[in-house]
Each structure stands twice: as structure tokens, then as C-alpha cells.
């Protein structure tokens, strides 16, 4: 048995170029250390997971009592960013369990293509219908109201507005998560995790990152491996060979 996942924050952006001499954006990650910081079992809580924490300089003053005595029940480093990951079975079959105290280190990606992110938007404050929603907006033209919603409701029926409707409001700050984000290196020295494309939230965000839970499929002839079979072509060339 082993975690699924590991914590991280986003140290920022920047590009490397692969042997084609494309271009490709990434983004870089630190990726641990973490301790598991309780296991919950589905005798005991109904389901299996394992809650970890992001080893990292923590104020005591910052902690609350409950906390400090989660975390001395066990003889564990303070920390403050704490979230539940998956437990699953290894693929090689081991015969272990994870326990309370082990650390998780970026080394839990090796072999790993693609992984998931989940992270805090950034807060975008009180946005209108054309920023938040992405609305066309009215004439811009003198004399019109561009940035406008327009009719929201029926005179007669329903005579209200209907629960959902997109209207202005605060956006962002909300959990995204991105799924199938290739890994194109992982740095066990330093625990930084290099991933291509952008992940959500702003510099020094916390982040969740967990191993893709439905990875694409590689394309047949692509994969460098190989190429591509047509399974008809290949009947007919073995019966002529016949």
C-alpha cells in the first residue's frame, strides 16, 4: 500500500525546449517533504485515505491546541497545509502498509507520465457578466451600456429569476483542478516537480498533486515504441504468406 499523492506550492513558470527545438511551457513545483499525519480506515471511519501534511516552518502561535495535540500524539513536526490523499495498492504487489510518520517524497512520481493538480484560483474580486462569463457585452457604440447583463427574468412567467442564472458576482478563488498534466522531470535532490502547461493559483499557492486518475491513452505509432498495426493489412499479408 502507498499514498497517492503528495502537497506542494508552485514556485512559478518558465520554458524548456525538448529535442525537436519546440518550445514547451512548464511549470515547476515543490513537491514535498510531507509526513502522514493520520490513517483512516474504513473499520474506524468508513473509508480508506491517508492525511498528510507539508513539512514546513509553522509558528507555534500559529497552531491551535487541538492541533499541537494531533501532532504530539504521534511525535510529528508541526505543519499547517493538511490534506487527505488516496490509499492504493502497489502494483508490484508489496506486502507493507504506510503508518503514521512516514515521509512522502517527490520520488513517489517516478515512472509517472501524467498527474492531476488541484489548487486555489486566484481571487478576481466583484467581476461583471463579461469578465466572469465571458458575455459579448451590448453595442460599444455612444449612448449604449456595453458591459451589461441585459434581461434576466419574464414579465409574466415565471415572474423570478432562475436559481443558477449567470449574473455579476465574486470570481475566482475557488479549488480547480487540472487533470493530465505531463511530468517532464522530477528532481529528488531539491523535491521540485517540472509539469508542462500551467496549474491554478498564483506563486507560493498550495497545491494538491496526485497521479492522473484517468491518463490519456497514447496514440498507436506515436508512443516511440513502435508502429502503428493495421489488424486487417496484417490478416491478409499472414494468409498470402500461407
Partial sequence: MSVNGILGRKVGMTQLFDDKGDVRPVTVLQAGPC??????????????AAQIGLVEFVKDSRLTKAMKGHFEK??????????????????????????????????????????????TSKGRGFAGVVKRHKFAGGPAAHGHMFQVQGSIG????????????RMSGHMGDVTVTVRNLRVLGVDKEENLLVVEG???????GYLVITKAK?????????????????PLKASKRAAKGK
Fill in 35 to 48: 509526513v502522514i499525519t493520520q490513517l483512516k480506515t474504513a473499520l474506524t471511519d468508513g473509508y480508506d
Fill in 74 to 119: 504521534h511525535n510529528l513536526p508541526p505543519v499547517k497545509f493538511i490534506k487527505e490523499v488516496a490509499v492504493v495498492e502497489d502494483e508490484e504487489g508489496a506486502d507493507w502498509s504506510v503508518k503514521v510518520g512516514d515521509k512522502i517524497l517527490v520520488d513517489l512520481f517516478d515512472g509517472t507520465k501524467f498527474v492531476d493538480i488541484a489548487g
Fill in 154 to 165: 419574464a414579465s409574466s412567467y415565471p415572474s423570478r429569476v432562475f436559481p443558477g442564472t
Fill in 198 to 204: 500551467a496549474v491554478p493559483g498564483a506563486r507560493n
Fill in 214 to 230: 484517468k491518463p490519456p491513452r497514447e496514440r498507436r505509432g506515436f508512443s516511440g515504441e513502435g508502429t502503428a498495426i493495421n
